[in-house]
Each structure stands twice: as structure tokens, then as C-alpha cells.
């Protein structure tokens, strides 16, 4: 059959057809005064989608570039910070940490799993200055209890900052920044934004402000307080990425009116949406036979699923590339070969979410040589989405 190339992955995810016109279409200069009032509505509007009053930034970078921005934007050498890994970018924080010559230590949990608040307890002595963590962690499809992990951390006081990798947490899952009290979170155009990589932004508190006052690490392009200063005019230090910030100001108009009008109740319904495209996809996969990696706290960002025994997860992947052009993500580093992950973030609706189970049954048909009871991941799937449907109409007044 015919093959339609689609991205399942956590990141680059798919593209919103009105982002991708805006992008086309773009022609402005960046010190114009067009291009300062689309770039002050879009950083207003970033506001709402991560609800906060702190004022945001919006880089050309991939996620990375803020996460070391917010490492040596915050930090002295010889600083000392909790840093929370649970794998691949629990990890980048820590490799950060030390390109910076922090003195971070390190709460950690298995693959596949989330941190026990007690760890984190024991490590927050009054001289850590900042906490690093992810409020969903890609490579493993887990997520982490940001409320719970800022609760720890606000009761330390004005001396340890909060940072959020939320690059796939924002759209995925609910952060009250502000009440929660937390003092940078990240986010990415890629992933649940809907639009190509190249964009990072972030929201950054009066607290964390204060800290770069007296910060020493070397910064140069990511020098947050230059940025700030030129936000407040509507633009960037640097050159923007003019055409990404188009299609972001398209994205973001989406989401609005997924919101019928309002960006937060757009992204609740954006929420939403992964949440139960995520849940169908956990119950296609158990019925299945197949295990959830991250089983006791999944993310709505993504599915990590666990091939069966004696098979590689990079066949699995092959197949649904060959077969039906759907690109799936590998596990990364040593969990390579031992999951598959399917996105939800973004742009994904129930057509993508049945189609990709479907797929799933024709693949492990494939991979195992067994017979697979075609249907039963789509019965699941069915299932989880009209008892949704039933329950949702008490959700949907209640945005
Ligand atoms: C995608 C992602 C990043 C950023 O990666 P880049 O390749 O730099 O965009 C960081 N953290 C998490 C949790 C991610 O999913």
C-alpha cells in the first residue's frame, strides 16, 4: 500500500498545517516594527501557555541551549546543586553541571521509573543553590511529581532555585508554575507546540533573576539578562529565527482556539488530548501482551513500550518505518534496542492514535511470526476512548 511518512516520535513531532503556511509566507526583518509586535504577541501568548506573570524568553536554540543557559546563567563554578536523573536528560543535566565545574550531586532512580521525594530531602542542604530535573523524561516515558519536588524545594527558602526541563511536560501535563514556585521551566517548538525545532523559551522568576546578579559562569549568546532587555523592546540579541517565530505565533492562535478564545483553556484541551491518546495507547499495548516501561508513572508525552522477549526493539522500528512509513523512536543509550516509543504530544488525534495501534498488530505480527488476534489493541484502545467520551462532558465545563 501506498506509504504516508508520519512522525511518532517525542520530538520533532508533527507539523501544524497553519504553523507550516505561516512559516512559508514569512518574509519580515527582524528590526522592524511588524516584526516587534509579532514577537511581543507571541511572547505574551507563551505566557499564558505556561502560565505564569514571569517574564519569558524565546531563543534560536534546540531545548539544550536553555537547559545551558540555566546552568550558567545561575551558577558560580564551585556552586554546589542537586541535579535529578532518572535518564538521558536527567543525564544532560548532569554533564551540564559539570561543564559548568558545579559541584552537583545527584538523585537518581532507574530507567523507566521517578524519584523518591526522601532522596531529595536528604541532598537539599541550605547551600544548594539550585535543583535541576525534568518534568517529564523522554527517554524513559516517565514523569516526575513536579509539585511535590517544588513543594521540597520552596521549603528551603529563597536560597535554592527550581529549575523544570518541561520541554516535553508543557502540553503534556498540568505545571502551575508559579503557585508551585518554580524558578526557570523550559520548553521547546518542537515537541508539543507543533512546530519544526529551533525555538527554546523559558520562564524565569524575580528570584532567579537575583541569583544571575552575582552568577560568574562564563555566558555569551545565552546571556539571559541581554535577552531580557531586548524582549522588553520585542526582540532578540541576536538574529531570531524570523519564520519559526511565525509559525509558533500560528501554533500558539491554534491552541487559543482549541481554548474557544483562551490560550490556558487551549492548553488544558492540549492536555487532554495527550493524556487520553496516551492512555488508549497503554491499554492497545497491554492487551497486547506487551509491557509499559514506565509503568508506575507514565507520561502523556509519550509511550515507552518494551519489545517482546528475544526480539530488538530497532526491528519493531524498521517494520513500522518499512511497512507503513510511521517513524518511531528507539530507545536512547543503553535502552536502545530494549523499548520503542510512541509520541502524543502535539498534534496527534484519535485517527493517528487508532492507526498507529493498528499498525502495532501488523508489525508484532510480523517481528514475532506468531499469530496476533488483530483487533484487540483497537478494542482496548476503543474502550479507553468511550469511556472518555462518557466522562468527558463533565470535563469539557469544567476547563
Ligand atoms: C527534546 C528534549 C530536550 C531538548 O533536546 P534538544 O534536542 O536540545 O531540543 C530536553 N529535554 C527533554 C526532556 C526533551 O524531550
Redesign the pocket.
Known amino acids: 500500500m501506498l506509504r504516508k511518512m508520519r512522525l511518532f516520535t517525542?520530538?520533532p513531532t508533527p507539523i501544524l498545517p497553519v504553523a507550516q503556511t505561516a512559516m512559508a509566507s514569512q518574509a519580515m526583518h527582524h528590526r522592524t516594527a511588524d516584526f516587534r509586535g509579532l514577537f511581543s504577541r507571541v511572547l505574551t501568548d507563551l505566557k499564558e501557555f505556561i502560565g505564569t506573570t514571569n517574564d519569558v524568553l524565546l531563543l534560536a536554540c534546540?531545548?539544550?541551549?536553555i537547559?545551558e543557559g540555566s546552568v550558567s546563567n545561575l551558577t558560580s563554578a564551585g556552586d554546589k546543586v542537586v541535579v535529578m536523573s532518572a535518564g538521558k536528560?536527567g543525564e544532560?543535566w548532569r554533564d551540564l553541571a559539570k561543564a559548568f565545574g558545579l559541584n552537583a550531586e545527584v538523585v537518581s532512580a532507574p530507567y523507566g521509573e521517578t524519584f523518591r521525594l526522601e532522596d531529595l530531602r536528604q541532598k537539599l542542604r541550605p547551600e544548594v543553590g539550585a535543583v535541576y530535573v525534568?518534568a517529564?523524561?523522554?527517554s524513559t516515558g516517565a514523569r516526575h511529581d513536579i509539585q511535590a519536588i517544588a513543594q521540597l524545594v520552596r521549603e528551603r527558602g529563597e536560597g535554592t532555585l527550581l529549575v523544570v526541563?518541561a520541554?516535553?511536560g508543557l502540553g503534556t501535563t498540568h505545571l502551575d508554575v508559579d503557585t508551585w514556585g518554580v524558578d526557570v521551566l523550559i520548553g521547546?517548538s518542537?515537541?508539543a507546540l507543533m512546530i519544526p525545532?529551533g525555538l527554546?523559551f523559558c520562564a524565569i522568576s524575580e528570584r532567579a533573576w537575583k541569583r544571575m546578579e552575582t552568577a560568574k559562569n562564563p555566558r555569551y549568546y545565552f546571556d539571559f539578562r541581554k535577552e531580557r532587555k531586548a524582549a522588553a523592546r520585542g526582540e532578540s540579541a541576536y538574529t531570531p529565527a524570523t519564520a519559526l517565530v511565525a509559525g509558533l505565533a500560528a501554533a500558539l492562535q491554534f491552541v487559543r482556539q482549541m481554548g474557544n478564545g483562551d490560550v490556558i483553556r487551549g492548553r488544558q484541551a492540549l492536555i487532554e488530548n495527550a493524556e487520553l491518546a496516551a492512555e488508549m495507547t497503554r491499554a492497545g499495548a497491554r492487551a497486547l501482551g506487551l509491557r509499559l516501561f514506565a509503568r508506575a508513572c507514565p507520561a502523556a508525552a509519550l509511550t515507552a513500550i518494551q519489545p517482546p522477549s528475544g526480539i530488538e526493539s530497532g526491528a519493531i522500528i524498521r517494520e513500522f518505518n518499512d511497512r507503513f512509513g510511521a517513524v518511531v523512536a528507539n530507545g536512547q543509550g543503553e535502552m536502545k534496542g530494549k523499548l520503542f516509543r510512541i509520541a502524543h504530544l502535539g498534534y496527534y488525534d484519535y485517527f493517528d492514535t487508532i492507526a498507529i495501534l493498528a499498525a502495532l498488530e501488523q508489525v508484532l505480527a510480523q517481528v514475532t511470526e506468531k499469530a496476533v488476534e488483530y483487533g484487540v489493541a483497537l478494542r482496548a484502545a476503543q474502550e479507553v476512548y468511550s469511556h472518555y467520551r462518557r466522562e468527558s462532558k463533565v470535563t469539557a465545563s469544567a476547563l
Open positions: 517525542p520530538g534546540s531545548g539544550t541551549g537547559m536528560f544532560r525534568q517529564t523524561e523522554s526541563d520541554i516535553t521547546g518542537q515537541k525545532p527554546a
